[in-house]
T-cell receptor, first 115, second 115 residues
Framework: AQKVTQAQTEISVVEKEDVTLDCVYE???????LFWYKQPPSGELVFLIR??????QNEISGRYSWNFQKSTSSFNFTITASQVVDSAVYFC????????????FGKGTRLHILP | GAVVSQHPSWVICKSGTSVKIECRSL??????MFWYRQFPKQSLMLMAT?????????EQGVEKDKFLINHASLTLSTLTVTSAHPEDSSFYIC???????????FGPGTRLTVL
């Protein structure tokens, strides 16, 4: 079955702290994509990253980093030195080539960065 | 990057009326478009997949006679909510891609409120 689990419903941290958002996925496909999206209060989805199943290299983009581990079916997202503007809902998602690239979203983690 | 627009960005209508939402790819050909629905404080749920020139494929539990999808051109898909009721009030988001495996680009969403 295709499934994405974000166990953390809501997280609050003080500004400048590091925070990691967890994502665990399930799939039977060998070819799939994993995503992270940010949804600020405006509602518009902001694309953060897409990673294919054959590329397990970790990625860093500024204060953002992602850790992809196929052995544990996890694709965790870390924000370093968090800022108030990082406050949003973050969705982890999965798509499978055999399912016409339909994107299945996790339930999201609401992140509050406190000043 | 590629841009997907939605119109209107928000709409309020009376119960029993029909509402049409447009999704346009502005600078690329969208062979496939996806429609999602997001209820308050919930995740995005895929409603249907539409391929240009073909009938849409609906996800389980989505009434195809209530949510009419038309994808008559490579840059435009429309979702019509027929005989809308208050429980149809939601945030509707489309995404579009060209070929299988390509990145999907999301529209900014349409907030529908049915009185």
């Amino acid at each position: 079955a295709q499934k994405v689990t974000q166990a953390q419903t809501e997280i609050s941290v003080v500004e400048k702290e590091d925070v990691t958002l967890d994502c665990v996925y399930e799939t039977r496909d060998t070819t799939y994509y994993l995503f992270w999206y940010k949804q600020p209060p405006s509602g518009e989805l902001v694309f953060l990253i897409r990673r294919n199943s054959f590329d397990e290299q970790n990625e860093i983009s500024g204060r953002y980093s992602w850790n992809f581990q196929k052995s544990t079916s996890s694709f965790n997202f870390t924000i370093t030195a968090s800022q108030v503007v990082d406050s949003a809902v973050y969705f982890c998602a999965l798509s499978e080539a055999t399912r016409d690239d339909k994107i299945i979203f996790g339930k999201g983690t609401r992140l509050h960065i406190l000043p | 990057g590629a841009v997907v627009s939605q119109h209107p960005s928000w709409v309020i209508c009376k119960s029993g009326t029909s509402v049409k939402i447009e999704c346009r790819s502005l600078d690329f050909q969208a062979t496939t478009m996806f429609w999602y629905r997001q209820f308050p404080k919930q995740s995005l749920m895929l409603m249907a997949t539409s391929n240009e020139g073909s009938k849409a494929t609906y996800e389980q539990g989505v009434e195809k006679d209530k949510f009419l999808i038309n994808h008559a051109s490579l840059t435009l898909s429309t979702l019509t909510v027929t005989s809308a009721h208050p429980e149809d009030s939601s945030f509707y988001i489309c995404s579009a891609r060209d070929a299988p495996g390509d990145t999907q680009y999301f529209g900014p969403g349409t907030r529908l409120t049915v009185l």
